[in-house]
């Protein structure tokens, strides 16, 4: 479990703690003093501990999310980059880790894809690289520095 789910347990606890147990064993206290029926305290309490209680869960499930794509931030940071490469080696790159079974994460697609400028990621073993060009900048790739190296010495990159 992560500190975030750990914060939410505790708030949904301490929750259940703090307000719903006295409230349950204050409640025939709390009819003898304000001279209330049981049923009119509980369609009181019940809808109000309710209340809190969503509070409580919307909180924790936004922590959840939040922990989540802090997560997927970190899966997705990119280390290093090479620049300047040629249009032909780049497709080149591309169709070969292709061929190595690297899988297309994400692509450009609008009308002028592969014309004016192209986008792809690329996954394998939770590894990715980004691969960008354009027409007039060449292309370039961004990863984790030890794959960016072995394709250097492959590609005779800079």
Known sequence: MTLWQYISLLLVFTFQI???????L???????????????????????????YGILW?????????????????????????ASIPTLLFRRIVSDLRAEQWKIISRYDGFEAG????????????TRLKFQWALYR?????????????????????
């Open 138 to 158: 060449d292309g370039s790739v961004q990863g984790p520095d030890t794959l960016l190296q072995e394709l250097r010495e492959k590609y005779g990159l800079p």
């Open 26 to 52: 204050a409640s025939g206290h709390l009819l003898t003093f304000l001279h209330l029926s049981r049923t009119q305290v509980t369609t009181f309490l019940l809808p109000l501990g309710l209340c809190f």
């Open 58 to 82: 919307i909180i924790g499930r936004l922590i959840q999310l939040r922990g989540q794509a802090f997560q997927l931030y970190k899966r997705t940071t990119i280390a290093g980059q090479i």
């Open 115 to 126: 014309i004016d400028y192209d986008f792809v990621v690329l996954e394998k073993h939770n």
């Open 18 to 24: 703090s307000f719903l147990m006295p409230c349950i």
